[in-house]
């Protein structure tokens, strides 16, 4: 089973600065299968990235993804108060199943 | 567009059967590419892939859970249900249901609000 791992756990920054979360795996993910996602509390995970660097409907282009392999990274440009979440990396793999990453959390 | 909402008991007692139902509005569970899984979440943690199941019936479990789990379909009421047998306080989550694109990348584009489910006696 392939486990994600995710740094830093939380990523203490302010409105207009650059966010760098990576997610990081035991073993390789086709790019296709990594997916991002970003959950605020009390609400559903809302798809951000697909397919590594594809941005879902209505994402801003502040979010891009980036990586191959066992190594991906979520950076989110010029933050803005509505992006201070938790942000959770998944993959799908052999089995077939899906896994999801710990999550970042960004603050303030 | 397409929303989904889950249903069911918010308290179980232990050792019984958790059951949920996930009704899908604004499109067919049948049309596309897609599966439609259950994804859980304890309080404070992260998110723990269940299972998926395809509108013809095929199923895909987590491993850690495949042995309690039950999936199943029904596509005249536009719903799929989660069935998870000998729950305990571990089993205490919120539950989300999530519409899974499988066309050629595969990532959960569409949840449900999730519903909180306590096992206690």
């Known amino acids: 089973e392939t486990v994600l791992t995710q740094s830093p756990g939380t990523l203490s920054l302010s409105p207009g600065e650059r966010a760098t979360l990576s997610c990081r795996a035991t073993q390789s993910v086709s790019s296709n299968y990594l997916a991002w996602y970003q959950q605020k509390p009390g609400q559903a995970p809302r798809l951000l990235i697909y397919?590594?660097?594809t941005r879902a409907t209505g994402i801003p282009d502040r979010f891009s993804g980036s990586g191959s392999g066992t190594d991906f990274t979520l950076t989110i440009n010029k933050l803005e108060p509505e992006d201070f979440a938790v942000y959770y990396c998944?993959?799908?793999?052999?089995?077939?199943?899906?896994?999801f990453g710990p999550g970042t959390k960004v603050d303030l | 567009q397409v929303q989904l909402q889950e249903s069911g008991p918010g308290l179980v007692k232990p050792s019984q059967t958790l059951s949920l139902t996930c009704t899908v509005s604004?499109?067919?569970?049948?049309?596309?590419?897609?599966?439609w899984s259950w994804i859980r979440q304890s309080a404070g943690k992260g998110l723990e892939w269940i299972g998926r199941?395809?509108?013809?019936?095929?199923?895909n479990f987590n491993p850690s859970l495949k042995s309690r789990v039950t999936l199943s379909v029904d596509t005249p009421k536009n719903q799929f249900s989660l069935n998870l047998r000998s729950v305990t306080a571990a089993d205490t989550a919120v539950y989300f249901c999530?519409?899974?694109?499988?066309?050629?990348?595969?990532?959960?584009?569409?949840w449900g609000k999730g519903t909180t489910v306590t096992v206690s006696s």
């Open positions: 999530a519409r899974v694109d499988m066309y050629y990348y595969y990532y959960m584009d569409v």
């Open positions: 604004g499109g067919s569970i049948t049309s596309g590419s897609y599966y």
């Open positions: 998944q993959q799908y793999g052999g089995s077939p199943t899906f896994t």
């Open positions: 397919g590594t660097s």
């Open positions: 199941i395809h509108a013809r019936g095929s199923t």
